[in-house]
C-alpha cells in the first residue's frame, strides 16, 4: 500500500524564522510529488517534482526531491504569518499519474 | 477560468438519509477526482473520471456511495442511507491531464451526518 509520511505534524515559529518541512514516501509506480498548502478552504498547488536534486522555486518558498532517498522537503524562509496553514505533500501514481496519496499535513502557525 | 466549484459548501443531514454533492471542474480539464477529508488526516483518494468514463473506484467507495460525470462535464457523488463515519470534508480536483496532471481542488463540501 502506498504512503506518505510527513514530519513535523505540527510547528510553531516567530515570524522571519526559516522552516523545513519534510516528506518521505514508499509508493509503488512513482510519477511525481506534490505540495500543496491548505488554508481553511481547498489546497492551493504550491510545486510539483519530478525529478531529484533540482530546486524548484517561489519566492521564498523552495522545494526538492531526492528519488534515490524517497524524500521532499519545503523550505519557507523569513516566515510570515501568511504562511500559517497545513501544509500537503502528495505523491503521484498510476499509469497516468492520476493517483494522489496524501500524507498527513504539516500544521505551521507563524506568530508575530 | 473560475477553478474548480463545489456545491453545497456545507451539508448537515440525518443519518439514513441519501446526500448529493456536485463539481464543477476547470473548463477544458478532462479529469475529475474526488477525495475525502477527516479531521487531521490529508486527503483520500475515492474515485477518477476521465471525461465521462470512471476510471477506477478506491475501496473506500462503499456500494453506498456513486459519482457520475455524465457528458464528461461537472460531476455528483451520491451518499445513501449516511452514516455518522461518512461525516468529512468532500473535495474534488480537475486536472488537465498529460505528463504533469497537476490537481487543482475546490474548496471542498463539508458533511455533517447526525
Known amino acids: 500500500e502506498d504512503k506518505v509520511v510527513q514530519s513535523p505534524l505540527s510547528l510553531v515559529v516567530h515570524e522571519g524564522d526559516t522552516v523545513t518541512l519534510n516528506c518521505s514516501y514508499e509508493?509503488?509506480?512513482?510519477?511525481?510529488l506534490l505540495w500543496y498548502k491548505q488554508e481553511k478552504k481547498a489546497p492551493t498547488f504550491l510545486f510539483m517534482l519530478?525529478?531529484?536534486?533540482i530546486e524548484k522555486k517561489s519566492g521564498r518558498l523552495s522545494s526538492i526531491l531526492d528519488k534515490k532517498e524517497l524524500f521532499s522537503i519545503l523550505n519557507i524562509t523569513a516566515t510570515q504569518t501568511g504562511d500559517s496553514a497545513v501544509y500537503l505533500c502528495?505523491?503521484?501514481?498510476?499509469?497516468?499519474?492520476?493517483?494522489?496519496?496524501f500524507g498527513k499535513g504539516t500544521l505551521l502557525t507563524v506568530n508575530p | 477560468d473560475t477553478g474548480v466549484s463545489q456545491d453545497p459548501r456545507h451539508k448537515i443531514t440525518k443519518r439514513g438519509q441519501n446526500v448529493t454533492f456536485r463539481c464543477d471542474p476547470i473548463?477544458?480539464?478532462?479529469?475529475l477526482y474526488w477525495y475525502r477529508q477527516t479531521l487531521g488526516q490529508g486527503p483520500e483518494f475515492l474515485t477518477y473520471?476521465?471525461?465521462?468514463?470512471?476510471?477506477?473506484k478506491s475501496r473506500l467507495l462503499s456500494d453506498r456511495f456513486s459519482a457520475e460525470r455524465p457528458k464528461g462535464s461537472f460531476s455528483t457523488l451520491e451518499i445513501q442511507r449516511t452514516e455518522q463515519g461518512d461525516s468529512a470534508m468532500y473535495l474534488c480536483?480537475?486536472?488537465?491531464?498529460?505528463?504533469?496532471?497537476?490537481?487543482?481542488f475546490g474548496a471542498g463540501t463539508r458533511l455533517s451526518v447526525l
Open positions: 519530478t525529478s531529484s536534486g
Open positions: 473520471f476521465q471525461n465521462e468514463a470512471q476510471l477506477e
Open positions: 509508493v509503488t509506480n512513482f510519477r511525481s
Open positions: 502528495a505523491v503521484g501514481s498510476g499509469g497516468s499519474n492520476y493517483k494522489l496519496t
Open positions: 473548463s477544458e480539464h478532462n479529469r
Open positions: 480536483a480537475s486536472s488537465h491531464g498529460g505528463s504533469l496532471n497537476i490537481q487543482y
